[in-house]
């Protein structure tokens, strides 16, 4: 990660600016190096440089939160995306339910999941396998 965030502030200062899939990488490769920190930095910077997140950077953020046990910021994350009007697609709707179950919270992932359906979002193979596995 050290070389892609030297990449960064390099492109920071000297261009390419960096966009949505830049920071989408950077974020999740934070994430999965645990480094909670500097991912959440690296949001705000995105946000304060009115960089749009689409679906798949929300995705990003709230599998992150998720993998951490943080179900209130991911679920904070989730709503957020609604609120921007971006429709969030199975990936989504998958990690936060996979995520609820993981930490116990099959109330909420069994109320997510019929929401999905009720917002006309079929679960795929990786989805069912995960309801199956917790008998939902």
């Given at each position: ?35 909670m920190?500097?991912?959440?930095e ?14 798949v950077?929300?995705?990003i ?10 179900m ?10 609604l ?20 930490v116990?919270?099959?109330v ?5 999941c ?10 795929d ?12």
């Amino acid at each position: 990660m050290d070389e892609a965030m030297l990449m960064f502030s390099k492109m920071s200062e000297k261009g390419p600016e960096p966009n949505v899939v830049t920071y989408g990488c950077l974020i999740d490769g934070n994430f999965k190096s645990q480094d909670m920190r500097t991912a959440s930095e690296l949001h705000e910077e995105m946000l304060e440089n009115k960089i749009s997140l689409n679906n798949v950077s929300y995705s990003i953020l709230i599998d992150g939160l998720c993998k951490q046990g943080l179900m209130l910021e991911a679920s904070f994350a989730f709503r957020c995306a609604l609120d921007r009007h971006l429709l969030p697609d199975v990936v989504a709707y998958s990690i936060l339910i996979r995520g609820y179950c993981k930490v116990g919270r099959l109330v909420e992932a069994k109320l997510l999941c019929e929401q999905m359906v009720i917002d006309g979002i079929e679960p795929d193979d990786l989805l069912e396998r995960t309801l199956m596995e917790y008998n939902l």
